[in-house]
């Protein structure tokens, strides 16, 4: 089956921590696309990649990386500099790079304070 | 960077009667889509309409589009409990040279058994 898996469903993190979201597609897609969720709130744009080694930055980057070394994996680093990182983690991957092809998402991670 | 508002923000209605929600958008787009988001679940492709459509139907749902209103709306036909989600709508959005989808805040709809 292809898809989306993001990993882990729930994570938690303490003060001062970096913490990494993982997300692996295996449909053989060019782009990928991180995506921030707040409760009764709509997404917002992190970071995306278009290509291997080559990612850029969404409406909210800051206190955030990725890298993505691998077609398939593009992860997600949240680092200490994100003072409010308490949300929902989206992961989407398209075919090709231009927005006139369906996102196909996992199924999120949620990330708490601890 | 917001650009589709959806309306109402949140919909109840009895199941087998229509649902009808709207998306309202800002700059000129070359196409639009409407998503599905199940609590707790990542988002599903309902629909892509382009520029040049102003209709579209798949199975129990219907999208208009009218691009001199800069509005969407998307209508499910005789609703089942299953359908309680979120919808989103999304434009493309040329950004820093790279065009991507900008979604809206959402329409939650809650199918009454």
């Known amino acids: 089956d292809g898809g989306i898996t993001q990993s882990p469903?729930?994570?938690f993190r303490k003060e001062g921590q970096n913490v990494t979201l993982s997300c692996e597609q295996n449909l053989n897609h060019d782009a990928m696309y991180w995506y921030r969720q707040d409760p009764g709130q709509g997404l917002r744009l992190i970071y995306y990649s278009q290509i291997v080694n080559d990612f850029q930055k969404g409406d909210i980057a800051e206190g955030y990386s990725v890298s993505?070394?691998?077609?398939?994996?593009?992860?997600?680093?949240?680092?200490?500099?994100?003072?409010?990182?308490?949300?929902?983690?989206?992961?989407?991957?398209?075919q090709g790079v231009i927005a006139?092809?369906?996102?196909?998402?996992g199924d999120g991670t949620r990330l708490s304070i601890l | 960077s917001q650009q589709g508002e959806e309306d109402p923000q949140a919909l109840s209605i009895q199941e087998g009667e229509n649902a009808t929600m709207n998306c309202s958008y800002k700059t000129s787009i070359n196409n639009l889509q409407w998503y599905r988001q199940n609590s707790g679940r990542g988002l599903v492709h309902l629909i892509l309409i382009r520029s040049n459509e102003r209709e579209k139907h798949s199975g129990r749902l219907r999208v208009t589009l009218d691009t001199s209103k800069k509005s969407s709306s998307l209508l499910i036909t005789a609703s089942r409990a299953a359908d309680t989600a979120s919808y989103f709508c999304a434009t493309d959005n040329i950004i820093q040279g790279a065009q991507k989808l900008v979604f809206g805040q959402g329409t939650r709809l809650t199918i009454n058994p």
């Not at chain 1, 070394?69 to 992961?91: D, G, I, M, R, W």
């Not at chain 1, 006139?100 to 998402?105: A, G």
């Open chain 1, 68 to 94: 993505r070394e691998k077609k398939e994996s593009f992860p997600l680093t949240v680092t200490s500099a994100q003072k409010n990182p308490t949300a929902f983690y989206l992961c989407a991957s398209q």
């Open chain 1, 100 to 105: 006139n092809q369906p996102q196909h998402f």
């Open chain 1, 9 to 11: 469903k729930y994570l």
